[in-house]
């Protein structure tokens, strides 16, 4: 399986063929397939696994000090996008992988709508004017832009999305948590 993500996210997901997953992981490939009956099968298990450890990553937002600073960090990291835009890509071919990454792209929306939420409520935002969950598209979203367009060389305005981003987070801290806790 960690073969698998990694030549998804070397070379994308066209290039994780049963042969060449094999020969990553040191097996025959007959091996893969006596796990993993189909492709799908295997893919299923990989984003299910790789969907597992973005959450943890994810959850550690709710009780990090500064949460949209965590989120921010976690979009940006070009790793995760780029492996991302794979998923995305390989659900548009296959329909069992679209049905898994909606049902991990649900959790993660539930996780950074909740990270924002406690920011905006702890800072006496109205939720009315500013939801929780288009806040949390809006800043997310920026920054897995910044990581799409970067990686065909497009940095146009990007330095002006950080620092405004930046300034936004800034103005929302929570506060400081006492010592011990």
């Known amino acids: 399986m960690a073969a698998t ?5 070397e070379d994308g997901y066209a290039a994780a063929t049963s042969r060449r997953v094999a020969e990553r992981a040191g097996v025959k490939s007959a ?4 796990y993993f009956p189909t492709m799908d099968d295997l893919f299923v298990a990989v984003l299910r ?7 943890v990553r994810m959850r550690e937002a709710l009780t990090a000090e500064d949460p949209l600073r965590v989120l921010w960090l976690i979009n940006t990291d070009t790793r995760y996008t780029r492996l991302s835009t794979e998923w995305m890509a390989l659900a548009n071919h296959r329909k069992v992988i679209g049905a898994e990454l909606r049902v991990f792209a649900e959790r993660v929306r539930d996780i950074e709508t909740a990270a924002v939420t406690l920011v905006l409520r702890t800072n006496g935002v109205d939720l009315a004017d500013f939801p929780p969950v288009v806040m949390s598209i809006l800043l997310t979203g920026a920054a897995r832009i910044i990581c799409n367009e970067s990686a065909v060389g497009m940095v146009q305005g990007h330095e002006q999305l950080r620092t405004y981003v930046e300034q936004f987070i800034a103005r929302y801290p929570l506060p400081a948590r006492p010592a011990g806790r």
Do not use: P
């Open 5 to 9: 993500e990694q030549i998804m996210g």
């Open 31 to 34: 091996l893969v397939y006596y």
């Open 49 to 55: 696994d790789s969907g597992e450890r973005a959450l």
